[in-house]
C-alpha cells in the first residue's frame, strides 16, 4: 500500500525558510509522481510544484517560482518542498500526493490524477 507522510511545518517568519519532507511509503519501482499542493483558510487547494520520480521532470506553478523548489532523494524516497522568502500569504495546510506512473503536463495540478495524500502539515508566516 502507497501512502505519503508530511513533516516539516511551522511557524516562521516573513522573509525566512522552512523545509517541508514527504515520505513515499510502499512503492516498488522508482515510477511515480509526487506533489506539493497548500490549502488556506477558506480557499481552494492548489497545485505548487510536482516532480516526476523516474524522469526529473518538474512542474512548477507561477506563483512560486523563484521562492519554492522541488527535490528528491532517491536513497530514503523523500520529496522536499524548499520554501524562501516567505510571505503571510503562504500561511496554510501544505499537503504532498502521489500518483503511481505518469502525469500529463497538463495535469500535475489537478487533484484527482493523485492516488494518495498524507495528512497536511501546517505552515504559518507571521508578519
Known amino acids: 500500500e502507497v501512502r505519503v507522510v508530511e513533516s516539516g511545518g511551522g511557524l516562521v517568519q516573513a522573509g525566512g525558510s522552512l523545509r517541508l519532507s514527504c515520505e513515499v511509503f510502499g512503492v516498488e519501482y522508482d515510477d511515480y509522481v509526487v506533489g506539493w499542493f497548500r490549502q488556506a483558510s477558506g480557499k481552494e487547494r492548489e497545485g505548487l510544484l510536482c516532480?516526476?520520480?523516474?524522469?526529473?521532470?518538474?512542474y512548477a506553478a507561477d506563483s512560486v517560482k523563484g521562492r519554492f523548489t522541488i527535490s528528491k532523494d532517491k536513497t530514503t524516497e523523500t520529496v522536499y518542498l524548499q520554501m524562501s522568502s516567505l510571505k503571510p500569504e503562504d500561511t496554510a495546510v501544505y499537503f504532498c500526493?502521489?500518483?503511481?506512473?505518469?502525469?500529463?503536463?497538463?495535469?500535475?495540478?489537478?487533484?484527482?490524477?493523485?492516488?494518495?495524500w498524507g495528512q497536511g502539515t501546517q505552515v504559518t508566516v507571521s508578519s
Open positions: 516532480i516526476d520520480s523516474s524522469e526529473g521532470t518538474i
Open positions: 500526493a502521489a500518483k503511481i506512473g505518469d502525469i500529463y503536463d497538463s495535469k500535475w495540478w489537478d487533484l484527482d490524477e493523485y492516488d494518495v
